[in-house]
C-alpha cells in the first residue's frame, strides 16, 4: 500500500495554542483522508481531500491537500481539551485500499 | 444504522486457545476491512474483503490466523492457536465500496489480551 510518514509523533500543547500534523508521501496521492481517534476509542473519519491544493474547514480545524498531492495538513486553532486524541491520515496511490499513517497524538494541558 | 458492530468488546485468554473475533458491518457497505492496532506498529492491515470475497490477506501475519465472511452482514477473524503477541485491539471497518473515495467506518474494536 501507500507510504505515508506523519510528523510529528507526540504533541503537547496548552489550551488555546494551535497545533499543525503533517503527512508526508514520497509519491503522489490520489487523495488523502483524515481521521480522529480519541483515547480508548476507535478511528472516526474527519474529512476527505481529493484536489491538489485543496482547503477544507470544519470549525476550528482545517485541513490542505498540497498542489503535487504529496503531503498534507491539519491545523487546528485555539485547542481545546475535546480535542485530544491521536490524528491520523490515511492515503491510497494506485492500490485500493488505504493506508494510515502512524498517527500524531495531541496532548491539550488545560 | 448502528454502524459497524464487533464483539466481544473484551477478550481475555490463556496462550494456545482459539479466539473468535466477529464484525457486521453497516448495511449496504461492500468493503469489509480488518486491522490490528498496537503501540508499537500501529495501525495494521490485515485483510480486506470486497462483497464477501477477500481480495488481499498479506497483512495477515501468520497461517495461525484467518478470516471469513460467508455473506455480507457478518464477518470473522479468528486466531488459532492465539499465542501473547497477538495481545491488540482488533478493529473492523466498512466501507461503501473499495476504491480511495469511500470514507472508512470503524467499529468500537476488540481488545484481546493473551496470557
Known amino acids: 500500500g501507500q507510504q505515508v510518514m506523519q510528523i510529528p509523533q507526540y504533541q503537547h500543547v496548552q489550551e488555546g495554542e494551535d497545533f499543525t500534523t503533517y503527512c508526508n508521501s514520497s509519491t503522489t496521492l490520489s487523495n488523502i483522508q483524515w481521521y480522529k481517534q480519541r483515547p480508548g476509542g476507535h478511528p472516526v473519519f474527519l474529512i476527505q481531500?481529493?484536489?491538489?491544493?485543496e482547503v477544507k474547514k470544519q470549525k476550528r480545524l482545517t485541513f490542505q491537500f498540497g498542489e503535487a498531492k504529496k503531503n498534507s495538513s491539519l491545523h487546528i486553532t485555539a485547542t481545546q481539551t475535546t480535542d485530544v486524541g491521536t490524528y491520523f491520515c490515511?492515503?491510497?496511490?494506485?492500490?485500493?485500499?488505504?493506508?494510515f499513517g502512524s498517527g500524531t497524538q495531541l496532548t491539550v494541558l488545560p | 444504522d448502528a454502524g459497524v458492530i464487533q464483539s466481544p468488546r473484551h477478550e481475555v485468554t490463556e496462550m494456545g486457545q482459539e479466539v473468535t473475533l466477529r464484525c457486521k458491518p453497516i448495511?449496504?457497505?461492500?468493503?469489509l476491512f480488518w486491522y490490528r492496532q498496537t503501540m508499537m506498529r500501529g495501525l495494521e492491515l490485515l485483510i480486506y474483503?470486497?462483497?464477501?470475497?477477500?481480495?488481499?490477506d498479506s497483512g495477515m501475519p501468520e497461517d495461525r490466523f484467518s478470516a471469513k465472511m460467508p455473506n455480507a452482514s457478518f464477518s470473522t477473524l479468528k486466531i488459532q492457536p492465539s499465542e501473547p503477541r497477538d495481545s491488540a485491539v482488533y478493529f473492523c471497518?466498512?466501507?461503501?465500496?473499495?476504491?480511495?473515495?469511500?470514507?472508512?467506518?470503524f467499529g468500537s474494536g476488540t481488545r484481546l489480551t493473551v496470557v
Open positions: 481531500l481529493v484536489k491538489s491544493g
Open positions: 471497518a466498512s466501507s461503501l465500496a473499495l476504491g480511495a473515495n469511500y470514507g472508512y467506518t
Open positions: 490515511a492515503a491510497s496511490g494506485s492500490a485500493r485500499q488505504l493506508t
Open positions: 474483503f470486497n462483497n464477501n470475497v477477500p481480495i488481499d
Open positions: 448495511s449496504g457497505h461492500n468493503s
